[in-house]
């Protein structure tokens, strides 16, 4: 049998699916989405948007087919257009440079990465070099270091990066983090920069997001007790694929990044009890809702909803949208 199409119905063995409480979109993602939608409508396409607005294909697409043209660069924007900065943050020349051409500009960045970049700002207007916790090439990452002139950031990604950190002659420290990041890892990296650098500041508040520590918290509980855990959110997100590692580390037997219902191989469910079902803060929820439905059209499937976090945050839309 094709691995694509639904058993037999005499074939339906029962399931257990344990859907995640929360899941899906965070506030954050939540206003990005918004202020594109609403640019759209208020000033009409094309609105421009410098790189994905969010890290899932399917956002990406459906804002696509309303008129959004999604770019790399500045450079590829028309003075004349509305263009929107993408919820992981930009380095300060960007804005710069759509000031010098006279644009209509919208910075969608996360509010919680914004705290992120004005602590570095503080950090280093104390005179102290900022260890950025993250990955490499992430949005995100070039965004926080692109708030500082060259230099007064170093990047560490691993455990053995924070070894290896050289202080720059004798100058003080203190350290920022992405805010997608896996908590655990990120804890066992902070650990070894402690250790050798007892004195670095905490930051006034955690900089891994609440979202992000929400839904990993909420995978540890489905990985102890799964045999599969699915997690929708497509490949280059980094909050899902943190996901992903979690549910793993937590004990399930298997761990699978899934763009959605499509993407899904259905040989994985052979020897499965129970499956674990997710959703980076990227995807959307009609995604996790299509592939219950597959599920369900495969397997005589009892769906039961975890106990999590219920999340209240909302956060403001940019005046100009408003008004």
Known sequence: MDAAQPFPADS???????????RGFCAGVDRAIQIVERALAKFGAPVYVRHEIVHNRHVVERLKALGAVFVKELDECPDDRPVVFSAHGVPKSVPAAARSREMLFLDATCPLVSKVHVEAERHHAAGRHIILIGHAGHPEVIGTMGQLPPGAITLVETARDAEAFQRPGDAALAYVTQTTL??????????????????LPDPHKEDICYATTNRQEAVKRLGDGCDLVLVVGSQNSSNSARLVEVALR????????????????????EGVNTVGVTAGASAPEPLI????????????????EDDGERETVAFKLPRALTA
Do not use: N, Q, Y
């Open 12 to 22: 339906r063995r029962p399931i257990t699916v344990r859907l995640a409480t929360p």
């Open 182 to 199: 896996s908590v655990d890892d990120t804890a066992e990296v902070l650990a070894m920069l402690k250790r050798r650098f007892p004195e």
């Open 250 to 269: 937590a004990g399930a037997r298997d761990a699978r990044l899934v763009d959605d219902a499509g993407h899904v191989d259905w040989r994985w469910f």
């Open 289 to 304: 809702e299509a592939l219950i439905d597959a599920i369900r059209a495969r397997f005589d499937a009892t769906v039961v």
